[in-house]
């Protein structure tokens, strides 16, 4: 435990992603309205364990799980942060994982590897591991797995969902094409994967969700703030989906601004778009 703590004080960590920053930031833009951080819930319904490791890359990697106490559907979620691929935790998904687990998901927040500490493609292996974790430790198949994240972590979603079998795609706000009209992916895309586009083109085509969706993409559902830079290639990515004849949906949430799922008053409705997917995906399933 030593060793796992010195090593982790020395990963180098962007900790400026918090709730509360992104509440000043967020009032400064909405002066009239009354914007406040999500706080944790704790519900009774919902047993948190905190802290797991579910990979050692050299040092451990941590994960926090939220399990149903009674009522669990057979269904997990694995719900990935965003940051900007260098900043952010699983603590920032507490109330969305708590939401989720009272609704009988069991949900798993893992900490990846941000670009501080390692490039892509680390991340999505990391990921991709803690979705084969999920199946060894609590006997639930990927294909019943919902992989969903924001931001950052929602293009993380997309492209794990369009590369791994799982069940469906909730992509909050996350960029779809790294290269696109619609993208603004700069400086911090770059020293996430490596290099800029001209640098390493094939990488940034290659770590696109745009790229890999087919005819085998599961159903997808795509929460969207104002900006539509956040979820370039989302449209070309629903096309396929619809040609295809999988569900596929978006949602707006009017004037929101990035980062509207840790607040209020948008919390709300992406939960509610959020359960109103998975329970047709689970009735689909069924």
């Known amino acids: ?11 180098p960590r962007d900790t400026s992603y918090t709730v509360d920053n992104t509440v ?6 909405y002066p ?3 914007v406040e951080g999500v706080q944790p819930h704790s519900f009774e319904s919902v047993s948190t364990t905190n802290n ?25 979620v694995l719900l990935i942060h965003g940051g900007g691929w260098r900043a952010g935790s699983p603590a920032l998904m507490t109330p969305i994982a708590e939401r989720l687990a009272e609704e009988g998901f069991l949900v798993m927040v893992p900490e990846y590897r941000l670009s501080l500490e390692s490039i892509y ?32 972590g929602g293009q993380l979603a997309a492209l794990i969902g369009t590369t791994t079998p799982v069940m469906a795609i909730v992509d909050v706000d996350g960029v779809l094409a790294f290269k696109h009209p619609d ?14 586009y001209n640098e390493i083109p094939k990488v940034w085509k290659e ?11 599961p159903p997808t559902l795509f929460l969207a703030s104002k900006y539509p830079r956040f979820l370039a290639g989302r449209q070309e990515y629903m096309k396929v989906l619809q040609n295809a004849g999988t569900f596929t949906e978006v949602k707006f949430l009017n004037d929101a601004p990035h980062s509207f799922w840790l607040l209020t008053p948008w919390f709300e409705p992406t939960m509610n778009y959020t359960i109103d997917f998975l329970n047709r995906v689970i009735n689909t399933e069924d």
């Open 207 to 217: 770590a696109s969700a745009l790229t890999h969706v087919s005819d085998n993409t």
């Open 32 to 34: 009239d309205m009354e």
């Open 52 to 76: 797991i490791v579910y990979k050692n890359t050299g040092r451990d990697l941590m994960a926090n799980l939220f399990v149903p106490k009674t009522d669990a559907n057979g269904f997990a």
């Open 24 to 29: 000043k930031k967020v009032q400064k833009q």
């Open 183 to 196: 993208s603004e992916e700069g400086a911090v895309a770059a020293q996430w994967l490596g290099g800029n």
């Open 121 to 152: 493609p680390a991340a999505v292996n990391d990921l991709k591991d803690a979705i084969s974790w999920v199946e060894d430790n609590h006997g639930i198949p990927r294909t019943e797995i919902v992989i969903m994240g924001c931001s950052a």
């Open 1 to 11: 435990m030593l060793k796992s703590t010195i090593l982790l004080a020395q990963v």
